[in-house]
């Protein structure tokens, strides 16, 4: 598809599980931005990576969460030991040199719920 | 260290009226500014963006946001509501190379 494609779209776990949500950029995007989208709150920035490499991670809230992009296309978002507030939307966003500087293109977004 | 405020949680207009949505930053200098639309269960879409030049920036679907660098804000416009624009708006500013969002405010559409 052209757009961002994110997966799975809907992920219940129960406390203590471990978790992977997946994100597809769009071809040729360089950057890739994963966001944590709480119920009625604005995208928390977690990390950034500009093709493979992992640039900004400060976001990420504990050790629990990790995050990587081997070869610079398809990254995935691990959580560890899930717990309940690490129930949200979890929103990846793709962007290239050539789109203008800071425009993102987001996916729908993975929408975790922890039991 | 960048932040945005969106000061409504939500705004109720009616269909036909028109729309002010407030935004105001914090960053040292000037700014990358935009405005996105997230439709329930969709992500989110780039309306408008500013990075320089005339501080009145024109978007997709009608709307329009004003800069203005005194008051730090920028404020999101469209004249005339229709019922599909209900939806969440989330102002957002980007410094170095890492968009910050604001909260969102909802908005609600009367018929």
């Known amino acids: 598809g052209a757009g961002v494609s994110q997966s799975p779209r809907y992920k219940v776990a129960k406390r203590g599980q471990d978790v992977a949500l997946r994100c597809d950029p769009i071809?040729?995007?360089?950057?890739l931005f994963w966001y944590q989208q709480a119920l009625g709150q604005g995208p928390e920035f977690l990390t950034y990576?500009?093709?493979?490499?992992?640039?900004?991670k400060s976001g990420l809230p504990s050790d629990r969460f990790f995050a990587e992009r081997p070869e610079g296309s398809v990254s995935t978002l691990k959580i560890q030991r899930t717990q309940q507030e690490d129930s949200a939307v979890y929103l990846c966003a793709s962007s290239s040199p050539e789109s203008s500087a800071g425009e993102l293109f987001f996916g729908e977004g993975s929408r975790l719920t922890v039991l | 260290a960048q932040s945005v405020t969106q000061p409504d949680i939500h705004i109720t207009v009616s269909e036909g009226a028109s729309l002010e949505l407030r935004c105001n930053y914090s960053y040292g200098a000037t700014p990358y500014l935009f405005w996105y639309v997230q439709s329930p269960g969709q992500g989110l879409q780039l309306l408008l963006k500013y990075f320089s030049g005339d501080t009145l920036v024109q978007g997709i679907k009608g709307f329009e946001a004003e800069f203005k660098r005194s008051q730090s804000s920028f404020n999101l416009r469209k004249p005339s509501v229709h019922w599909s624009d209900a939806a969440e708006y989330f102002c957002?500013?980007?410094?170095?190379?890492?968009?910050?969002f604001g909260r969102g405010t909802s908005l609600i559409v009367h018929p």
């Open positions: 071809s040729g995007h360089v950057s």
């Open positions: 957002a500013v980007m410094g170095s190379y890492i968009p910050t």
């Open positions: 990576f500009q093709n493979e490499a992992q640039l900004d």
